[in-house]
């Protein structure tokens, strides 16, 4: 398994450009030929901007529910798999939102993220959440 940790890495460093807001450092770290699946509509977004606009969406959807404070807590992996230039990552993760000021917490939710090793690092090819389940706390 060479270079485990890489794939790793990267995906530790989305996740914290995530809970920072920085859609900038999260694109970065995204392959252009990219795509994201996840619980919301429209559930699938690909390509050179699939990062920004899922991104984008994230907040409009926020903004009208009334949720902010996103923040994604990652456990350690089940699996981290490295095949030449190609790596697969799952790992548990929790999420944390404000809805309408109340604390929610969403455990038990699965991130699986497939990567490819460039000459600038591990980049993110696709990323999919499957959602635990949520609870106000």
């Known amino acids: 398994m060479a270079d485990a940790a890489g794939p790793m890495e990267t995906v530790r460093s989305y996740a914290d450009a995530f809970n920072k807001g920085d859609v900038k450092a999260m694109a970065a770290l995204f392959d252009a030929s990219g795509s994201i699946l996840d619980g919301m509509a429209p559930h699938v977004w690909q390509g050179p901007t699939a990062c920004e606009d899922w991104y984008g969406e994230v907040l409009e959807e926020g903004e009208h529910a009334g ?71």
């Open 67 to 137: 949720a902010d404070a996103y923040f994604i807590a990652l456990g350690e992996p089940s699996h981290v798999d490295v095949a030449g230039d190609s790596g697969y990552v799952v790992v548990p993760a929790t999420m944390t939102f404000k809805l309408r000021g109340q604390q929610i917490t969403q455990s038990g939710a699965t991130y699986t993220v497939a990567l490819r090793k460039l000459p600038a690092g591990w980049r993110i090819r696709a990323w999919a959440w499957a959602k635990g389940t949520s609870g106000g706390h």
